[in-house]
């Protein structure tokens, strides 16, 4: 079955940095562009970053934009998301999604405060 695990968040002061990642299991995971999303307490899920199958076009939500990089390494199944100049409104979990279906993964909570 399709699988996906995010890991990598924790408490950062603004200003700082994360790196996010994806571990994707149950599907071909080159074969498929993935997605970024975030979810704050009493918001509803956002998009924040897509990456086509080798990684050749990504978009990124104008709030992050400029911030986050998204990458992907297909022979290890793993998606990144890297997050700098974090500020108190990236608060949030995140997940990772094949575009458009399938299943969440459990997400990772970041939490940006000083």
């Known amino acids: 079955q399709v699988q996906l695990v995010e890991s990598g968040g924790g408490l950062v002061q603004p200003g700082g940095s994360l790196r996010l990642s994806c571990a994707a299991s149950?599907?071909?995971?080159?074969?498929?562009?993935m997605t970024w999303y975030r979810q704050a307490p009493g918001k509803e899920r956002e998009l924040v970053a897509t990456i086509t199958t080798t990684g050749g076009s990504t978009n990124y939500a104008d709030s992050v934009k400029g911030r986050f990089t998204i990458s992907r390494d297909n022979a290890k199944n793993t998606m990144y998301l890297q997050m700098n100049s974090l500020n108190p409104d990236d608060t949030a979990v995140y997940y990772c999604?094949?575009?458009?279906?399938?299943?969440w993964g459990q997400g990772t909570q970041v939490t940006v405060s000083s």
């Open positions: 999604r094949r575009r458009d279906f399938g299943p």
């Open positions: 149950g599907f071909t995971f080159s074969g498929y562009t």
